[in-house]
């Protein structure tokens, strides 16, 4: 019997096969107390353990296709970043020394704990970017028991197969998990699978990523799929409704088919759109900017015909080392990596937006009942100089190969401003006394908090560029916690206040000759893209997988035609029934 499964959209589209069940992440550990005597033969199992996921990551690595997203090979970068931290390693060897756990045991114990500060971050990105952890702690908590891979494929069920009318052709395979790895990914490359279906993730997961990446619908946060599901078992992913239909009957089907193959026929003019100029019917050039949180991101930048990276998120560097922050060197070969990874189109490298909310480790413990409204961003930064410095002199450094331009999020006041420009000036300062090469950055500023908006004449006096962050602009003007389920519904990107906020910005730029873009969810939205246009924005920033269905929105747009709907739209009290001219 046919049912609907109801979860988060993350790619559009239409996705039919047959259900491929990822065992669930859950492990089970065991949990004992060792003798003082066996702490070296423990840390040496827990030693043995990690050295053998590092070889199955590089093995993994070694073996990856050309035609590989880059996203995948970059997360792979990532657990293995983590599986070799040091600090994070000596935590858990900590746990086995002092308390005398067994490894599984310390390993979870430390999981634990970073679990904790994870859930504390309000940015959605960061948040879910535990899932890394999780899955890196789970192969290796595997490997110290002995147990099999997570994921096994299904034989087929001809049966149903020709109920279905799909005669002996092969048959797509739709992975649903309680939540998948990059490495779970990696093990079904060679296979057949056409979308991903998880019980947990939002917008922004791993998952999210890499099914937006390789253009494979994908729902999220479909909450007990992978326990209703059966091994097998026919399934639809609609991606544009962010539903999975299971057992469909031949009716639906066949219904959903057409709409697939719609959906492939739409792709196919969309890619030849790559090399097309994002020009408006009126002639108004629009520029449409990647935003990147790792440097391998570009290869994907490039390959969407982005003409920049308009958001380069830096905390990946930062995240989960345990207070060990990255050192000079190693962020300027980051960010070098991304400059030469874009050929000579400028990157915009954002400051490390972290702090109370979003933790590096356990060594605050103070606990912040609004971590939303504490010490974060260029906050943290300038009460961390020494940190900063060595950010901005990494980023100085890397301008010297290509167009980079330095972000700071999350200004609200003058002394803020005053004190940030200080700081670049006594980078330079340290890099000319060290005699090191650097280049020149324009810097601009992240318009995300209301109070900021409503200062944009002091920050035009000082900035070269704005970019406003929408994301957060939404939550902080509406005193809205995004992280709060029973207030989530009333985050609107419509409210009349934020488009207010947003239409003043665009005004005031133009006025000024100072270029504003918009690097939030919204520049993504294609159901936001006319709007947008007729309030005068000319700088969008987006994942790469959106970029082309935006221009497709531009290349249709006649922004002259649109500014007088799109003033009606912002005089209304419910902009939202205006949307569609």
């Known amino acids: ?91 858990i060897r900590r746990w086995i020394t002092e308390r005398l756990y067994n490894a599984e045991w310390a390993l979870a114990s430390q999981l634990e704990v970073l679990i904790r500060q994870f859930d504390e971050m309000d940015d959605p990105y960061l948040r879910e970017r535990k899932a890394d952890l999780e899955q890196v702690v789970e192969r290796v908590l595997r490997h110290l028991k002995g147990g099999p891979a997570p994921i096994a494929a299904p034989a087929p069920r001809a049966g149903r197969q020709q109920e279905l009318g799909l005669g002996d052709i092969d048959v797509p395979l739709v992975l649903v998990a309680h939540d998948l790895s990059p490495a779970d990914m990696l093990q079904f490359r060679k296979s057949v699978f056409a979308g991903f279906v998880t019980d947990v993730g939002g917008k922004t997961s791993h998952t999210a990523i890499v099914a937006r990446s390789m253009d494979i619908p994908a729902v999220v946060g479909a909450r007990s799929a992978s326990h209703l599901v059966r091994q097998d078992d026919w399934v639809i992913i609609d991606g544009d409704a962010g539903v999975m239909i299971v057992d469909p009957s031949p009716i639906i089907l066949a219904e959903y088919g057409f709409k697939q193959r719609q959906g492939e026929l739409e792709r196919g003019r969309l890619a030849r759109l790559k090399h097309t100029p994002a020009v408006t019917l009126d002639g108004q050039r629009i520029e449409l900017l990647a935003n990147i949180e790792q440097p391998g991101d570009t290869a994907a930048a490039l390959a969407a015909g982005a003409v920049g990276v308009g958001l380069f998120r830096t905390e990946f560097l930062f995240m989960g080392r345990q207070g060990k922050l990255p050192d000079e060197q190693e962020q300027y070969d980051a960010y070098r990596a991304a400059v030469e990874g874009m050929h000579g189109l400028p990157v915009t490298i954002r400051s490390i937006d972290i702090g109370a909310d979003k933790p590096l480790d356990d060594r605050r413990p103070d606990s912040h009942l609004n971590p939303a409204l504490g010490l974060r961003a260029i906050r943290w930064s300038l009460a961390e100089p020494v940190m900063f410095l060595t950010q901005l002199r990494a980023i100085l450094r890397a301008a010297a190969h290509g167009q980079v331009q330095l972000l700071i999020p999350m200004l609200a006041h003058a002394s803020e401003i005053r004190q940030t420009f200080e700081l670049i000036e006594r980078a330079r300062a340290q890099l000319d006394q060290r005699g090191q090469t650097h280049g020149p950055v324009k810097v601009g500023a992240m318009i995300e908090i209301p109070a900021a908006a409503l200062s944009l004449r002091l920050f035009l006096r000082h900035f070269d560029f704005l970019s406003i962050g929408t ?53 993504g939205d294609t159901s936001m893209t006319r709007l947008l246009l007729g309030l005068g924005l000319r700088s969008f920033s987006m994942h790469p997988s959106q970029i082309l269905a935006v221009k497709q929105e531009i290349l249709r747009a006649d922004a002259t035609k649109l500014a007088p709907w799109a003033q009606a739209v912002l005089d209304s009290d419910e902009p939202a029934a205006l949307l569609a001219p």
């Open 471 to 523: 994301n957060d602009l939404i939550q902080y003007t509406l005193a809205i916690d995004r992280t709060d389920e029973s207030v989530a519904h009333l985050y609107d990107q419509l409210h009349p206040a934020v488009l207010r906020l947003l239409a003043d910005t665009l005004a005031e730029g133009a006025r000024q000759g100072k270029p504003v873009s918009v690097c939030g969810e919204m520049a």
């Open 1 to 91: 019997m046919s049912f609907s499964i109801h979860g988060i959209s993350v790619t559009r589209g239409i996705a039919i096969g047959r259900a491929v069940l990822v065992a669930s992440s859950l492990v089970d550990v065991t949990h004992y107390f060792i003798a003082p005597e066996q702490v070296e033969a423990e840390i040496a199992r827990l030693r043995a353990a990690r050295n053998a996921v590092v070889e199955e990551l590089q093995r993994m690595q070694a073996d990856l296709p050309r035609d590989l997203p880059p996203e995948l090979g970059a997360m792979l970068d990532v657990h293995l970043m983590l599986l070799q931290d040091e600090a994070l390693t000596s935590e």
